[in-house]
Nanobody, 124 residues
Framework: QVQLVESGGGLVQAGGSLRLSCAAS????????MGWFRQAPGKEREFAAV????????YYAGSVQGRFTISRDNAKNTVYLQMNSLKPEDTAVYYC?????????????????WGQGTQVTVSS
C-alpha cells in the first residue's frame, strides 16, 4: 500500500512559478513509476508529466513541455513538479499518482495509487 500526499499548490500570477511536492509512504517507492495529472473544472483528467522509477525517462504533455519539470528523490520518497511560466490554462487540481511498475505510462488508469490533489490557480 502506498499513500501519497501533495503539497505546494496555491494562487500565482501568470508567468510565475510553483513547485509541487508529493510525499509517498512505503518502502518500495523507488520501484514505482510516478506521475502528475491534472483536472480543470469541467474537463477530464489529463496527464501532465510522468517519470520512470529511475528518473531517467520522462514524458510531458505538449501543453507543459518546456515549462514543467518532473523529478524524484528516492531517498526522500518524494516526487516534484517544478512549474514555470505558468498560464491561466494551467489552473487545475493537480494529482500525484504511483504506478506499481517500473514501466512508465501516460495513462491515468494504469496508476494504482492517487493523492488527494492540490489546487493550482493561475490568475491573468
Amino acid at each position: 500500500q502506498v499513500q501519497l500526499v501533495e503539497s505546494g499548490g496555491g494562487l500565482v500570477q501568470a508567468g510565475g512559478s510553483l513547485r509541487l511536492s508529493c510525499a509517498a509512504s512505503g518502502r518500495t517507492f523507488s520501484r514505482y513509476a510516478m506521475g502528475w495529472f491534472r483536472q480543470a473544472p469541467g474537463k477530464e483528467r489529463e496527464f501532465a508529466a510522468v517519470l520512470s522509477w529511475s528518473g531517467d525517462i520522462t514524458y510531458y504533455a505538449g501543453s507543459v513541455q518546456g515549462r514543467f519539470t518532473i523529478s524524484r528523490d528516492n531517498a526522500k520518497n518524494t516526487v516534484y513538479l517544478q512549474m514555470n511560466s505558468l498560464k491561466p490554462e494551467d489552473t487545475a487540481v493537480y494529482y500525484c499518482a504511483a504506478r506499481a511498475s517500473t514501466i512508465v505510462s501516460v495513462v491515468g488508469e494504469n496508476y494504482h495509487y492517487w493523492g488527494q490533489g492540490t489546487q493550482v490557480t493561475v490568475s491573468s
